[in-house]
């Protein structure tokens, strides 16, 4: 009898990571407010070097989109503003626009969902123009600790194949891949990695960017 208890305690011990994996519900699409913010550090990994700590701030709401000021987290100089879509996907960079956005996530987010979408996207300053084919995939919650603390998170795997309109040249054709954890809790990613290959498949960016401090309005 004692050794039959032992098993039936063992197996409860065991299931309970599963049931624990279990215990999430599809994510549904962030609700970004005016004021909500995200500080970011970024990294140069190619380089092994740290760089900027900017903050992305929510200024408005509309129809449009997710208006967003990205400053210098020190300073609180502004740096550019941009545009996401109402699921936080890019839309305007910048120096880069993107029709209809990147398509980052596609929600509700839960382990196994992909998706694939096509853009374009602009330069306006270079007068360049690529077409991205874009395939996502949610693959699991992942429990991560980054500088603002720890968070259940998805991870998140994106690639995106993209090729310049530019004739009879290969110069701004590549692979890009972002993996990037999304947290409920944040309404944002609290991890990002990013990797840029060229047309010959040679690894030319590698960088991310990690969560250091968060306000939800």
């Not at 699409?29 to 900027?52: L, M």
Request: net charge neutral.
């Amino acid at each position: 009898m004692a050794t039959r208890n032992y098993l039936a305690v063992l197996g409860l011990i065991l299931a309970a990571p599963c049931a624990l994996a279990d215990d999430h519900s599809p994510v549904a699409a962030p609700a970004p407010a005016v004021g909500d913010s995200w500080t970011y550090q970024y990294t140069d990994v190619w380089k092994g070097a740290k760089g900027n700590l900017n903050r992305m701030e929510v200024t408005g709401v509309d129809a449009a989109g997710v208006h967003v000021d990205i400053k210098r987290a020190a300073s609180g100089a502004l740096l550019t503003r941009q545009l996401f879509s109402a699921e936080m996907n890019p839309i305007d960079r910048g120096a880069m626009h993107f029709a209809p956005s990147f398509a980052r996530y596609a929600f509700p987010l839960e382990p196994g969902k992909e998706w694939s979408t096509d853009a374009t996207a602009d330069n306006p300053k270079s007068g360049k123009h690529w077409r991205y084919r874009i395939k996502g995939k949610v693959l699991n919650w992942e429990k991560i600790t980054v500088a603002a603390g720890e968070f259940e998170a998805l991870k998140v795997e994106v690639q995106a194949l993209y090729n310049g309109e530019e004739p009879n040249s290969p110069g701004g054709s590549g692979q890009l891949t972002e993996t990037l954890w999304f947290a409920p809790a944040v309404n944002n990613f609290v991890k990002l990695d990013y990797r840029d290959t060229d047309w010959n498949g040679r690894i030319f960016n590698r960088d991310s960017w990690e969560l250091t401090a968060f306000v939800r309005k």
